[in-house]
Nanobody, 128 residues
Framework: QLQLVESGGGLVEPGGSLRLSCAAS????????IGWFRQAPGKEREGVSC????????SYANSVKGRFTIARDNAKNTVYLQMNSLKPEDTAVYYC?????????????????????WGQGTQVTVSS
């Protein structure tokens, strides 16, 4: 069964950067779209970014456009989320999830039912 492990979270000051990794094991990610979600304390889970299985199409939430970049390396079975210009409101637990044969473009609605496998999450804290 596909297993996902997030890493790369930590404590950074506002304006700083982090790169999150979503490493897969058990199965290859070749045929999966990968979505990043986040959940802040007391708030609902929200979609952040998504990349299609063929890497042609990507999606970003309006709150992170221009600051976050998603990319995948199928040879390493890993998807990355580069986060720049971080803000305190980016503080959350970040989760990656895999959706089989999912096509996510800029209009994607981040339906969690599209994703069957989830990682354990990694904490991102942006604070001075």
């Amino acid at each position: 069964q596909l297993q996902l492990v997030e890493s790369g979270g930590g404590l950074v000051e506002p304006g700083g950067s982090l790169r999150l990794s979503c490493a897969a094991s058990g199965l290859t990610l070749d045929y999966y779209a990968i979505g990043w979600f986040r959940q802040a304390p007391g708030k609902e889970r929200e979609g952040v970014s998504c990349i299609s299985s063929n890497s042609v199409s990507t999606s970003y939430a309006n709150s992170v456009k221009g600051r976050f970049t998603i990319a995948r390396d199928n040879a390493k079975n890993t998807v990355y989320l580069q986060m720049n210009s971080l803000k305190p409101e980016d503080t959350a637990v970040y989760y990656c999830a895999a959706g089989p044969m999912l096509y996510c473009d800029d209009s994607y609605d981040y339906n969690p039912l599209d994703f069957g496998s989830w990682g354990q999450g990694t904490q991102v804290t942006v604070s001075s």
